[in-house]
């Protein structure tokens, strides 16, 4: 969901949030997710990571449920409008429909509409998120982030003004998808790091470990040609991509389980597919069902 992938997780989180909270094993040894990623073995400077300005469909179904909250059925649909660079800085809208229906709890219908911008140099975030469940709406949530070095902070507009500081480095959800292309372009089977999206109450910084599969070119699940159509045609049809399991970690110490997973095949611009959120409970499918691409720049800009 940027959600890009990770930017997208926050959008997913909200919706899905509402009936329930168990999650699966972790496929992290005790710190895994508290360490930062390990530098790239080349000594070289990497290649700059360009995130294509894009806007992309994802239809929702449910994959699979269980356990003592089992949800029934799930829908709904996923846009989000990604636009910037390295020198104007990334804005993201998202919005989110969904709809679960459980047994036990009946059905949940949330609206979610979130704008995030991320600096350049991504130093600075700021992010707004309204959410309507069953037609009432939720306060907002609305505020600014600063990551400087070991120094993070918090502070919040709505729904009360409110500063929270925690140890970094932390980072914001573009320049953690770089980070990822980056060590999925090396090689590097694994990624931690501490992120921050602005998602729930606006106060959390999650632990992350990506485990990150072998590269791959041509178009993605091919056997399964109705889903993902509009990676399968184009120029993204060529694009390099690696299949990613990201998951998000309360902080702490010692052994945890996640959270929320979230596997994609992860684009080398960026753009995400076969998505799938999992919530030890139930998961959820997301199905992109149309992306349009801006141009691509002739050459990086110049910050």
């Not at 709809?99 to 991504?122: I, K, M, P, Q, W």
């Not at 980056?182 to 931690?192: C, I, K, P, V, Y």
């Not at 399968?232 to 110490?253: I, K």
């Amino acid at each position: 969901m940027p959600r890009h992938a990770t930017a997208l997780v926050a959008a997913l989180l909200a919706g899905a949030a509402c009936f329930g909270e168990t999650a699966h094993a972790a496929p992290a040894t005790p710190d895994a997710a508290t360490k930062p990623a390990p530098e790239s073995p080349k000594s070289q400077k990497p290649e700059p990571v360009i995130l294509a300005n894009h806007k992309a469909v994802y239809d929702l179904s449910l994959a699979s449920s269980g356990g003592t909250r089992s949800v029934e059925s799930a829908r709904g649909r996923i846009v989000i409008d990604f636009k910037g660079d390295v020198c104007r800085g990334y804005t993201m809208q998202t919005r989110q429909v969904t709809v679960l229906e459980s047994g036990e709890s009946g059905g949940r219908t949330s609206d979610l509409r979130n704008t995030t911008f991320e600096g350049g140099e991504a130093r600075d975030f700021r992010f707004r998120t309204v959410t309507v469940l069953n037609g009432q709406p939720s306060p907002a949530v609305d505020g600014t982030a600063d990551a400087n070095g070991d120094a993070f902070k918090i502070r919040l507009k709505e729904p009360k003004k409110e500063q929270v500081s925690a140890a970094g480095p932390v980072l914001f959800p573009s320049l953690h998808m770089r980070r990822l292309v980056q060590a999925a372009r090396a090689g590097e089977t694994t990624m931690s790091a501490k992120v921050f999206d602005g998602s729930d109450d606006g106060k959390k910084v999650y632990d992350t470990l990506a485990i990150i599969g072998r590269r791959a070119t041509g178009p993605a699940n091919a056997a399964a040609s109705d889903r993902d159509k509009p990676l399968h045609e184009g120029a993204m049809a060529s694009v390099s991509h690696w299949p990613v399991t990201l998951s998000y970690f309360t902080q702490g110490e010692g052994e945890r389980t996640p959270i929320y997973t979230l596997t994609f095949d992860l684009y080398e611009n960026g753009v995400s597919g076969a998505l799938k959120l999992d919530y030890g409970d139930f998961a959820i499918l997301g199905d992109m069902t149309r992306l349009d691409l801006d141009k691509a720049p002739d050459k990086p800009c110049a910050p």
